[in-house]
């Protein structure tokens, strides 16, 4: 994987456009002065997760006795199932219930843009290539950059885009988000397979 799929692939992992109703819903009881903030507060916080899980990823893997092909398996289901979601999404929302007040850590930072497609993504570029660690260093916070434009303007994108158009453009990256799933399965299953033959 090189440098500018891996900033496509984690860019559609975050879903920004996909997030802009969930953000907007979440953040609909928060005093107006304060939303800005607020988001500012999570999108640095799921980047410094990011962060960790793809600086320290290696080593959980490590200490938990995991192979890359373990990472891969279990993030494209996750990932798969996420699409899915996307495609046909529930009437609970994306991610099911979610806290009242106003929001810290769950679930904006972490499942909305931190989620666990994101972090497996971000420890399978790190397993897969260690000596590269910049280019995905540079791919993670230009996705979570993109990502955090779409959300701070999320207003606008709304008024722009409509209800309508959103919607669509989610169920597009859902479809595209299926394809690097099975991608990243079969991927998980070949280098498997390779290390049992």
């Known amino acids: 994987m090189d440098l500018m799929t891996a900033f496509i692939t984690l860019l559609f992992v975050m879903d920004p456009l996909g997030n802009v109703p969930i953000f907007l819903s979440v953040l609909k009881n928060v005093d107006p002065a304060r939303r800005q903030r607020v988001l500012a507060r999570e999108l640095v916080i799921a980047l410094v997760v990011l962060l960790l899980f793809l600086w320290g990823g290696a080593a959980l893997l490590d200490l938990l006795g995991l192979r890359q092909e373990s990472v891969s398996i279990a993030g494209a289901i996750i990932l798969f199932l996420i699409a899915i979601r996307m495609i046909f999404p529930s009437p609970y929302g994306l991610m099911g219930d979610t806290p009242e007040g106003e929001p810290f850590i769950v679930p904006l930072a972490i499942p909305m843009v931190a989620g666990p497609s ?4 971000a420890m399978l570029l790190v397993t897969t290539n260690p000596d590269r660690m910049m280019d995905w260093t540079l791919a993670l916070i230009g996705a979570w950059a993109a990502s955090a434009v779409c959300l701070m303007s999320a207003p606008l994108l709304l008024r722009v885009l409509g209800n309508r158009g959103l919607v669509a453009v989610e169920r597009l990256m859902g479809m595209v988000l299926v394809m690097i799933a099975v991608q990243m399965f079969f991927e998980g299953v070949e280098g498997f397979l390779h290390l049992r033959g």
């Not at 994101?118 to 993504?121: D, E, G, N, R, V």
Request: aromatic share 0%.
């Open 118 to 121: 994101a972090l497996a993504i």
